[in-house]
């Protein structure tokens, strides 16, 4: 059974299946590799070196669709006016007010989506023009806020009126994928599942790391951003692994930041690729993850199996007599 929605008929998609533009992450090899699986492929943000070697990977490695993603606190028009000259089929704004950049982006004639983390993010991506409305969950990794993926997701259909949203935090499946649809959105915005694919930029060790993690094994704080002198807007937590520097500081950035020792053992630890210091994102979602696989594959496996789901579904509503 296809899964036919708004997000597939916008984009000519087979499957209504968006891999997230984690950033330093999600390179053109693994967004080629997902939209070459009937999915949409995203660009990751970076500056501007990087993003012009992953998306001329993307462009060389699918004749399909992908997209770009870049943060909206830390765009500047020069570099949004060379991302659409790229001709993304999708530009999703995330993490700040999407106001300043969203008329270039429909100017070019590029589908807008934009990610949100409350009711009022979500009403001001409406207002502006997007396309598509990205409602992030706070079990997602990286960065984000406290909502979580079951109740804001209906919330913020509601609130987009004919707006498709798409459902992102802890999907990382056919059943989290089915149960995004069954709430209304339109398709799915998968990041964890799709870090732990052997297209994916991350190294051994950090891929060891998420197919060995539980839930629990994470964590949602500012430790990260605050021991790297990190600019992210103050609103904005990350879920990370946990690991001894995270324990140690959870819920004492403040003293973090004036604390020039604890800065310099981070980036010693580091340097030497200790498990210990090493940032890895990753989300709620690493419960369901156990290998790496194929992004292609996966991209197929995850749509083949909410459609079961769903057909499941139908069949509890059907009276047996």
């Known amino acids: 059974m296809a899964l036919r929605t708004a997000l597939t008929a916008l984009l000519g998609i087979e499957h209504p299946i968006v891999s997230a533009p984690m950033g330093d992450v999600a390179g053109g090899a693994l967004a080629a590799a997902v ?21 001329a990977l993307a462009r060389t490695g699918t004749e399909r669709p992908w997209g770009v993603g870049l943060l909206a606190w830390a765009i500047d028009a020069q570099t949004l006016g060379w991302v659409i000259d790229q001709r993304p089929a999708l530009i999703m704004l995330s993490f700040g007010d ?52 079951l109740p804001f997701v209906p919330a913020v259909v509601d609130a987009a009126g004919s707006t498709p949203v798409l459902a992102a935090g802890g999907i990382a499946d056919g059943r989290g994928l089915a149960a995004a649809l069954v709430l ?52 904005f937590t990350a879920r990370t692994l946990r690991n001894r520097f995270t324990d140690a500081w959870h819920e004492h950035e403040d ?51 909410a459609a079961r789901v769903l057909a499941d579904t139908r069949r509890l509503t059907t009276d047996p007599d």
């Open 35 to 55: 939209s070459s699986g009937g999915g949409l492929g995203m660009v990751g943000s970076g500056d501007a070196d990087w993003l012009r070697r992953e998306c």
């Open 184 to 235: 209304g959105a339109a398709g799915a915005v998968i990041g964890t599942r799709f870090e732990a694919t052997h297209e994916a930029l991350v190294d051994a060790t950090e891929a060891d790391a998420i197919t060995a993690a539980s839930a629990a094994d994470t964590t949602r704080d500012r430790v990260m951003d605050v021991v790297r002198d990190s600019p992210w807007p103050h609103r």
């Open 98 to 149: 999407p106001t300043p950049f969203a008329a270039a982006i429909r100017d070019g004639g590029i589908p807008l989506a934009v990610q949100v983390t409350t009711l009022d993010d979500a009403r001001r991506a409406v207002d502006v023009g997007a396309d598509l409305v990205v409602a992030q969950g706070g079990e997602a990794g990286g960065h984000g806020e406290g909502r979580g993926t």
């Open 255 to 305: 003293a973090l930041r004036f604390d020039a020792n604890a800065k310099a053992e981070f980036l010693a630890g580091v340097d030497r690729g200790d498990p210990d210091y090493l940032p890895v994102w990753a989300g709620e979602a690493v419960d369901l993850i156990d290998r790496l696989e194929p992004a292609a594959d996966l991209v197929g496996r995850i749509a083949a199996d």
